[in-house]
C-alpha cells in the first residue's frame, strides 16, 4: 500500500514530495525481516518486490531529483544510474556501509543515540559525514547540497551518518531488535495510515504520481517503508 504526498509538513526533508510505503497486514511489511531496527521481524519481507523496485528506480520527476533508502543487503539494491532515483544502502553499522561503498552503492548508517559526528571521521579510508539537517535547526532536504540533496548524489565518496532519534533509539547499535525513528510519533500516525487508505497498486500509483508533480520537484520515497514484497 503507498501513500503520496505532494507537499509534505516533515521538519526534515522539508515542503518536497513524499511517499509512504506498508504492508496490508501489517506495517512493517515492506521491511526486510533483516533489518536490524525493526521492531516486527517476522512480520518483514522476505524479498525485495522487483516490480515495485523497477517502478521506484523510474519514479523521478521531470527535470528533478528523487531518493530513498533501503535496509536490504546492499548486494541486492540497484548501483546508481543517472536520471534513476538513488537507492542508498540503510547499514546497521560503519562496517557494512563501507562494504556497501565497495561495491559502488552510496550508503547511509544509523549512529548510536548521543554520538558526535559533527567534525566528521575517517574509517578504513572512508569519510562519514552526518547528515545537516541534524546540525542546523531549520535545514531540510531542500537546501542540502546547494539544491543537489547529498542523499540523491548516488555517485559520493562518503556515507551519510543519522543519529539515532525517537523513542527508540536507546536501541540503535545494540543487539536489541528495534529503534526504527518511524516507529512512534507523527511518522508512525502517517505510516499506520496507509495500510488503511493507501493505493493497492503501489508500482503503478508510485510512477503516476511522480509524472503528476512538478518539473524540477524533490521526491523522497518512504518516508517510512522498503521496497520488500510483502506477504
Ligand atoms: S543528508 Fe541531506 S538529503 Fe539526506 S536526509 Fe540529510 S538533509 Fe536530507
Do not use: H, W
Given at each position: 500500500m503507498l501513500k503520496t504526498?505532494?507537499?509534505?509538513?516533515?521538519?526534515?526533508?522539508?515542503?518536497?514530495?513524499?511517499?509512504?510505503?506498508?504492508g496490508v497486514r501489517d506495517?512493517?511489511?515492506?521491511?526486510?525481516?533483516?533489518?536490524?531496527?525493526?521492531?516486527?521481524?517476522?512480520?518483514?519481507?522476505?524479498?525485495?518486490?522487483?516490480?515495485?523496485?523497477?517502478?521506484?528506480?523510474?519514479?523521478?520527476?521531470r527535470n528533478g531529483q528523487a531518493w530513498t533508502y533501503s535496509h536490504f543487503p546492499a548486494e541486492q539494491l540497484p548501483a546508481p544510474m543517472p536520471g534513476q532515483t538513488v537507492i542508498n544502502a540503510s547499514c546497521d553499522d560503519m562496517d557494512s556501509a563501507v562494504d556497501a561503498m565497495a561495491i559502488g552503492r552510496p550508503a547511509v548508517v544509523a549512529a548510536p543515540l548521543g554520538t558526535d559526528w559533527s567534525g566528521g571521521i575517517e574509517y578504513r579510508g572512508v569519510k562519514f559525514v552526518q547528515c545537516p539537517a541534524e546540525l542546523s535547526e531549520g535545514f531540510t532536504c531542500m537546501q542540502c547540497g546547494g539544491g543537489r540533496p547529498l542523499c540523491a548524489q548516488g555517485k559520493r565518496d562518503y556515507v551519510i551518518v543519522f543519529v539515532a532519534h525517537g523513542t527508540g533509539a536507546k536501541k540503535v547499535g545494540t543487539d536489541c531488535a528495534g529503534g526504527c525513528y518511524a516507529a512512534q510519533g507523527p511518522t508512525a500516525i502517517q505510516w499506520h495510515g496507509t495500510r488503511k487508505t493507501g493505493t493497492?497498486?503501489?508500482?503503478?500509483?508510485?510512477?503516476?504520481?511522480?509524472?503528476?508533480?512538478?518539473?524540477?520537484s524533490m521526491l523522497r520515497h518512504h518516508v517510512a517503508g522498503d521496497i520488500g514484497r510483502a506477504r
Open positions: 504526498v505532494q507537499v509534505s509538513s516533515n521538519k526534515k526533508t522539508g515542503p518536497i514530495a513524499v511517499t509512504y510505503r506498508a506495517t512493517y511489511g515492506t521491511c526486510p525481516k533483516t533489518c536490524g531496527l525493526n521492531p516486527a521481524p517476522d512480520a518483514g519481507a522476505d524479498t525485495i518486490d522487483q516490480e515495485y523496485m523497477v517502478a521506484v528506480l523510474k519514479a523521478v520527476p493497492a497498486n503501489d508500482a503503478a500509483a508510485l510512477v503516476a504520481f511522480a509524472k503528476s508533480l512538478p518539473p524540477g
